[in-house]
């Protein structure tokens, strides 16, 4: 959590110049350091344009000195122009690192719209749109790949070795492909040592190789023609092309159900644009960014790239340089995609627009949905926004008229939407017989649904195995001493882990406070149902699909390819199984535990539940087969998911608004949060107190709520609390939190952040 102020007082004046001469001035922001932007004279060895591999101009970076000791430090040129210095002190600028700019005017616009509007500095804001490799100029490199030699592998067991060797050993043998040295330094938590010495035994093998593919770029596919659309494609496809004809920016809202063919819509749009010699984003989820989803752009475009952030520096550096040179039809990638460096935009698109993953997490704590409206505001292009459940700020804006909406709301070829029923956890008949997490109906569907041949999907929300550890006798919660959070148990690594700092410890066997010995492990985590689920089917192979399972590189593609063909019969996992998955073979889906999103302390709690239970019901019913839908629920009647049963957007939408409205939350108002840390409680409070007390005094029109403890009161040892400031527009909000732009002097230790339309309100 970086502070917002600035750390260091810094004036750069140095040179004495005539107040009326004309000369060419820099105008630098720093990539870390203090906030704000240092003018600097352009020596004219900068300004030569013979040598234009010299020359200072915005959008390159350059070395120039700071401070008192004229420390060298990077900066971005922002700016360039011709002024006299009207009296002003300027230090020279001491070199240009890069031999053309790295950033458009266009992304440098950009940046500074992102920089006023997260109240972040603008070379932080540079330092994330421009990615590592090319910052570094990260080129091809070889690296040595390291394997184990089959006849090695086959008496592994039986080798004497020092413990080190023998496990570098067995980290190779249980990899699909081969490792760096890096990675298996990492896995086997080992120095280089070990690897070189079983080198030299040639008990591994090593070769040399260029790593700069991608897999999601390797894989073959066969091209494909466009499909004959049926008339909700024909209609939507029309919008988009009026849109993209007209040359004006336009963002329309493509409200499609599940399976309704939103893709085929989007890559008939794109063939358009590409037609006009222009480019498109499209953005995807990082969790749906498959070689499945990248697969289909790739039928029917020649020339795709792919930007995400598990790749190599290299190779995003690759990838940026082909978007740059205008040789890219199409970029397929995550939130960060929105900054590729298409050279004539002409649309984005934003599939799945309601995920939360499309909002960073760190500063500049951007939402990609909200840059794309201002790159193709700039641009004048369109911007279409895609989801079966869009989140409720879209759905306002499409309702008064700011953006077009276009409806599909039936699935291709019309198969029906699955049936959703609840089960009413409260009702005892349902739990008999079951003191595990699956209640009798879903049990009878599941034997049902596998007795005819289909597959089960099951959603459980919580990965590890008990998901509290607690004494019956005293009463005593196992937590984490540095958070404040239940430890939850892992049964195959047999520790009980903290989800928020990864602490593992062993897992008590008594009660910690009161040496009872019946201290209980409760709750149930994706560890627990696997047992359960391989116990009351013993015949039928289950797969789990979680962070913990799917550590491996592509073991998330491995897993789906075995459910997909038909090796597994019950998938089951966390939301990572939720989005986007297309198998016709699944007849039936059950949401385990559908309460737990639903009493979280924030106030989109009822919209998560809703999208979750939407998003997860949509993985079934796609073949022939149809499919169903069983949602366990302690709370059957709340509105968000009795919407959900009945596919019900708009109900749902039309429940939840009005509460928004009375409590002036977004998409009525604007909302900011900010959360404040340190190690001293009290300490930390004051802050918050005296924060909030500087907003309320800057505007009277906010609801200024707090400082209150987050949910998670200590994370790490740091206490935590939250301010959140709610107005009625983005111009008080604004104004309320322009105190906190300017330097503020706190106590050492306590740092404080502000999100702008906050997410993540732990
Ligand atoms: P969505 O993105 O709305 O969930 P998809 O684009 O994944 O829907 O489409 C669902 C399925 O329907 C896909 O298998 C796709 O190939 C198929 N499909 C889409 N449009 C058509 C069409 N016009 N005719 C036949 N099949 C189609
Ligand atoms: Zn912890």
């Not at 909000?733 to 999100?755: F, M």
Request: charged share 25%.
């Amino acid at each position: 959590m970086p502070q917002q102020q600035s750390l260091f007082d810094t004036s750069p004046p140095v040179w004495e110049l005539d107040d009326a001469e004309q000369r060419r001035v820099a105008r630098v922001v720093l990539s870390s350091g203090p906030a704000g932007e240092f003018d600097y004279l352009v020596p004219d060895q900068f300004a030569d344009a013979r040598k234009p591999e010299f020359l200072a101009e915005a959008g390159r970076r350059v070395s120039v000195p700071l401070g008192r000791g004229d420390r060298a430090v990077v900066g971005y040129c922002v700016d360039v122009s011709v002024t006299t210095t009207g009296g002003r002190k300027l230090k020279s600028l001491a070199g240009v690192l890069d031999a053309s700019p790295l950033l458009s005017p266009r992304m440098l616009e950009l940046g500074q719209w992102i920089a006023d509007y997260y109240m972040t500095p603008l070379g932080q804001v540079l330092e994330c749109i421009l990615p590592a490799g090319v910052r570094g100029k990260a080129g091809t490199r070889e690296t040595t790949l390291f394997s184990v030699p089959t006849k090695v592998a086959a008496r592994l067991t039986t080798l004497e070795l020092p413990e080190k060797q023998l496990a570098v050993l067995k980290v190779l043998a249980g990899s699909t492909k081969p490792l760096t040295m890096k990675q298996l330094m990492m896995r086997a938590e080992c120095t280089s040592g070990p690897i070189n010495t079983l080198r030299k035994k040639e008990l591994i093998a090593s070769r040399v190789e260029r790593i700069d593919t991608d897999p999601l770029l390797d894989q073959e596919f066969t091209r494909r023609g466009p499909m004959t659309l049926n008339p909700a494609q024909v209609a939507a496809l029309k919008s988009i092309t009026a849109a993209l004809d007209s040359r004006r920016p336009r963002t329309m809202l493509l409200h499609g159900v599940t399976g309704s063919g939103k893709t085929e819509v989007y890559i008939q749009a794109i063939e358009k644009v590409v037609s006009f010699g222009r480019q498109a984003i499209v953005l995807v989820p990082e969790i749906s960014l498959t070689p499945q989803t990248v697969g289909r752009f790739r039928e029917r475009f020649d020339r795709v790239a792919v930007l995400h952030s598990h790749q190599s520096d290299v190779e995003r550096h690759r990838q940026w340089k082909r978007i740059a040179s205008g040789d890219v039809q199409v970029v397929v990638g995550a939130r960060s995609a929105i900054f590729a460096p298409t050279p004539h935009l002409g649309l984005v698109v934003i599939d799945e627009e309601h995920e939360t993953s499309f909002k960073q997490d760190t500063a500049p704590r951007y939402h990609a949905r909200d840059v794309a409206l201002e790159r193709t505001r700039m641009d004048k292009v369109p911007l279409v926004l895609g989801s079966a459940t869009p989140s409720l700020e879209t759905w306002q804006a499409a309702q008064s008229g700011q953006y077009e909406l276009i409806s599909m709301p039936d699935r291709v070829s019309n198969l029906p939407l699955p049936e959703v029923r609840a089960v009413d956890l409260r009702r005892e008949e349902h739990r008999q017989g079951s003191r595990g997490a699956i209640s009798r109906p879903l049990s009878q569907a599941m034997t049902v649904a596998l007795a005819d041949g289909g597959q089960v999907m099951l959603l459980l929300n919580r990965r590890g195995y008990s998901t509290h550890v607690q004494c019956p006798a005293c009463g005593f919660a196992l937590k984490c001493p540095d958070c404040d959070v239940s430890m939850v148990y892992h049964r195959q690594a047999n520790h009980v882990v903290c989800h928020w700092c990864d602490r593992t410890e062993p897992p008590p066997t008594y009660c910690p406070d009161c040496k009872d010995a019946n201290i209980r492990y409760g709750g149930f985590g994706t560890q627990k149902l696997e047992a359960e689920v391989a116990a009351r089917f013993p015949n039928h192979p289950v797969l789990r699909m979680d962070t913990d399972s799917m550590r491996r590189p592509g073991s998330h593609e491995q897993a789906l390819d075995s459910f997909r063909n038909g090796e597994v019969d019950i998938l089951l996992g966390t939301q990572m199984i939720a989005k986007g998955l297309d198998f016709p073979n699944v007849t039936l889906v059950g949401v385990v535990n559908a309460d737990t999103s639903l009493h979280f302390p924030d106030f989109r709690a009822a919209e998560r539940t809703f999208h979750l239970v939407t998003q997860v019901a949509g993985r079934t019913g796609r073949g022939e087969r149809g499919g169903r839908v069983l949602v366990q629920t302690l709370s059957p009647d709340h509105p968000a998911i009795v919407a959900a049963m009945n596919h019900d957007y708009e109900g749902f939408a039309a429940s939840e608004l009005p509460e928004r409205e009375m409590l002036g939350y977004p998409p009525y108002g604007r909302m900011a949060r900010l959360v404040i840390r340190g190690p001293v409680d009290k300490v930390t409070l004051a802050v918050g107190d005296d924060l909030a007390a500087k907003v309320r005094e800057a505007c009277r029109e906010v609801r200024v709520i707090g400082p209150a403890p987050c949910t998670i009161a200590k994370l790490r040892n740091l206490f935590r609390y939250h301010i959140l400031v709610v107005a009625p527009n983005r111009e008080t909000l604004r104004t309320a939190l322009a105190p906190l732009a300017g330097k503020l002097k706190l106590p050492e230790d306590v740092q404080w952040i502000v999100d702008i339309d906050p997410i993540d309100m732990m």
